[in-house]
């Protein structure tokens, strides 16, 4: 492949166009393909399902706060589907109207996977925690890549790229924000638990600011779940504005690829236009030299699972659709004494954890729980090195693809997360919430916002993301990650894709 002039024109993409390289999704893997493809003379096209989210709606803002979510908060839901579904016994979900939201709540048979939907994915809606595994974890997390490679070449330069950057510890003990923090700090320490600060891409000078009443409020005011207007690094701040400073790279939102299949030159590939109502208002066919899928693990896994299935691209191997895991998250809350408040103001960047996983299989994120009053509830949101994979099938009598996840496949996450809460709760004389959940419901083990797999390197791929069988058709985002990290995952997933776009930039292009 040639490199080719730097020049690109305005999207949407339109039928009938030809493009070198066509990325599938905007989060972090696509991002990272994209702007190195770019920067080495490439033109690159890439699709994203969701919205661009670049105009503010009537209230001045882009995002809704996560107290009031509004029609952008989900995407094609009538109703919100919130992770914390109840509270103080009441149900808290609210009805919206349908639009392509921020959040996708997708639903399976037994669990539901929150996903980013819109140009940046999913480092649209996490709570920015850009944390690199321990280096002992590493080989279990992907067993065929060079550890010393990564962690001298690859997690450097994610980090540097993402924009990470660790809480002033001084700031951290005076500010009432983090008042939550302070409290699951002590209360780990007291049970002799490993307490850590945890990287992020929050920019904490902004925050500062925030607190110091000079700039409007975004994490203070609870801006995360879906979107933050202010402060926070995400992918629109780093890799996409690099990209779009490159001249190289278009993009089209509200555009869903549906098939890939091989034509002369490369790849037809079939992608439906979307309105914001989630109707279909235009298929266009396209040309592709090369592919990149990049829809997150989810999205990848489906739409491989689906190609392979119906003939699109028969030739992928067996192991299209298997390896996926939910990173282990499972959520639950404790319910403090009356002495020990959490705050009533709390920031929504979470920025420490409990890591007892060498003893007991779990890192726990010590997270918010910004509802505007005092609950005296600390909240956490656990990894935990549950071993279960599910698989996606087509089923060829609805058309969908399914994923056999078994909610009671938790069970060993929680078991793990019991290995720090039990010992807390014992000690503090303390009890867990049962009023976020549901009604008498303890752990949030319906959920995951951490998917991985369905697409494993050195398995459904070689071992720098090239699926088996096509030439030209990558996979690049977490899909390629199987199940687990050990810890908040995006860092990883960046840095993989900084590795294998690398080797394909100098051996394929």
Known sequence: MRPTPAHAAAGPISDGASVPVLVIGTGYGGSVAALRLAQAGVNVHMVEMGMAWDTPGSDGKIFCNTTNPDYRSYWLRTKTKQPLSN??????DRNI????????????GGITVYQGR????????????????????????LP????????????????????????DPNWFETTSYYQYARVGRKHAQRSNFPFVFVPDVYDWNYMRAEDNGTVPKSALAGEILYG?????????????????????????????????????????????????SGNVTATKTVQAGKVFFAAGSVGTGKLLT???????????NAEIGKGWGDNGNVMCGRANHLWDPTGSVQSSIPCCGIDNWNAGGAFAEVAPLPTGIETFASFYLS????????????????????????????QPSITMAKSIFDKINSKEGTIYRTDLFGTNKIWGDHLTYHPLGGAVLNKATDNYGRLHGYNGLYVIDGALIPGNTSVNPFVTITALAERNIEKIIATDV
């Open 383 to 410: 990894i935990t090195k549950n071993p279960n994979r599910a698989q996606f099938t087509y089923n060829g009598s609805t058309g969908k693809v399914d994923l056999n996840w078994q909610t009671a496949w938790k």
């Open 306 to 316: 689906k190609l392979k299935a119906t003939g699109a691209l028969p030739g992928l």
């Open 87 to 92: 509270f103080l016994g009441f149900p808290i």
């Open 228 to 276: 933050n207007n202010a402060g926070k690094k995400s992918l629109q701040q780093t890799y996409l504005a690099q990209i779009r400073a490159t001249g190289r790279v278009t993009i089209s939102p509200l555009h869903r690829v549906t098939s890939v299949s091989p034509a002369s030159g490369g790849y037809a590939v079939v992608i439906e236009q979307l309105d914001t």
């Open 144 to 167: 065929s890549v060079n550890a010393d490679e990564m962690y001298n070449t690859y997690y450097p330069r994610a980090n540097s790229g993402l924009g990470v950057s660790v809480i």
């Open 97 to 108: 109207p349908k639009y392509t939201g921020i959040l996708d709540a997708e639903e399976f």
């Open 118 to 141: 819109g140009v940046g994915g999913g480092s649209l809606v996490n709570g920015g925690m850009a944390v690199t595994p321990r280096r002992e974890n590493f080989g279990a997390i």
